[in-house]
């Protein structure tokens, strides 16, 4: 057996298709969808991801506003910036980019946020409602995961799931969103025991956990789905996944690589987050 590649470029370029048509009927309304990136300090990566998502955004028609701090901001400060974005009526979604500088608590600045512009998913009102079935931004990286699974054709109902990982990111909501789809789901981590023998169990095996090539190829049961979250640079300089693709794909149905999956798709949801929160204020 030999996996099929779930294509993450062609699917978030046409998940970014589809943003590009609700903000074209949006802007028909009068309403211009608009993203503001909170970014502090001068961490390269995380300058990476800033224009990416500028990228995105201007592929798709929203406007983004990218606001710069200097890594001496105080979190006072950082506060306050997000409080005048929250009044702006003009802006949709807000986003802080992660990781802040080590003087400034990531809770308090996520909290702050607006539930309703909370384009990240990360607040606890949106994940509150994520726990218990109401409506709320999924966090990106594991609705861009459900959409990579959904593309298979396979559908997820009594399929049995295993989340490697427990991020409040990525494995928790992953798993969430799972069982809101009726899988029924396992969530591993550092602590579980006989890892191995429960991934072989797993219809769908998602890994975000961190560590290249930590799920190797005797721990996926032939035709799985194997979603691969990880994004490791290597001594290579290359980018690696949690997963061992080699050796997965010989046991998989279906498999994610790294780079070219995950990665693409979570930044195509932030998008549709942004879509999203753009059609809730017209309501």
Known sequence: MSAAIIDGKALAAAVKAEAAAEVEALRAKGVAPCLAVLLVGDDPASA????????????????????????????????????????????HGILVQLPLPAHIDEAAVIAAIPPEKDVDGFTPVN???????????????????????????????????????????????????????????????????????????????????????FITGDMVKPGAVVIDVGINRGADGKLHGDVDFAAAAEKAAFITPVPGGVGLMTRAMLMKNTVKAAQRHCD
């Not at 200097?70 to 910036?81: F, K, N, S, W």
């Open 127 to 213: 994940a509150g409602n994520l726990l218990t079935g109401g409506d709320c931004f999924a966090p990106c990286t594991p609705a861009g995961c459900i959409r990579m699974i959904q593309s298979t054709g396979i559908d997820i109902a009594g399929k049995r799931a295993v989340v490697v990982g427990r991020s409040n990111i990525v494995g928790k909501p992953a798993a969430l969103l799972l069982l809101a789809r009726n899988a029924t789901v396992t969530v591993c981590h550092s602590r579980t025991k006989d890892l191995a023998a429960i991934c072989r169990e797993a219809d769908i095996l998602v890994a975000a956990v961190g560590r290249a090539g």
């Open 48 to 91: 990476v991801y800033v224009r990416g998502k500028a990228a995105d955004c201007a592929q798709c028609g929203i406007e983004s506003r990218v606001i710069r701090l200097d890594a001496a901001t105080t979190q006072e400060e950082l506060l306050a910036r997000l409080e005048a974005l929250a009044a702006d009526e003009s802006v």
